[in-house]
Nanobody, 121 residues
């Protein structure tokens, strides 16, 4: 079992920054990828970035590449999403998710509760 708790959402102005945190707990999560999804109103949930916990290998969707950075702190068991150069189209509910190394992002094993990010123009 893996538990994920997000924090750090809120309101930002266009061009500003926010940092989201995902506290990870549970056994053997070293096997897992941790990812960030987002879902804007009337849009499908999309994977924007992920990190393989043990090796630190990262992935970024084109929509956030160069603006967002995913990282992990092994001592704090926390994954961070640093979001810079925010735009109104980044407004969404952001979810932390985890999948086993052998799994797929089409069906993550665990989800966090989500945190709202709103970017004003």
């Amino acid at each position: 079992q893996v538990q994920l708790v997000e924090s750090g959402g809120g309101l930002a102005q266009a061009g500003g920054s926010l940092r989201l945190s995902c506290a990870v707990s549970g056994r053997t999560f070293n096997r897992y990828y941790i990812g960030w999804f987002r879902q804007a109103p009337e849009k499908e949930r999309e994977l924007i970035t992920s990190i393989w916990w043990s090796a630190g290998i990262t992935y970024y969707a084109d929509s956030v590449k160069g603006r967002f950075t995913i990282s992990r702190d092994n001592a704090k068991n926390t994954v961070y999403l640093q979001m810079n150069s925010l735009q109104p189209e980044d407004t969404a509910v952001y979810y932390c998710a985890a999948r086993d190394f052998s799994g797929s992002w089409s069906r993550p094993d665990y989800w966090g509760q989500g945190t709202q990010v709103t970017v004003s123009s």
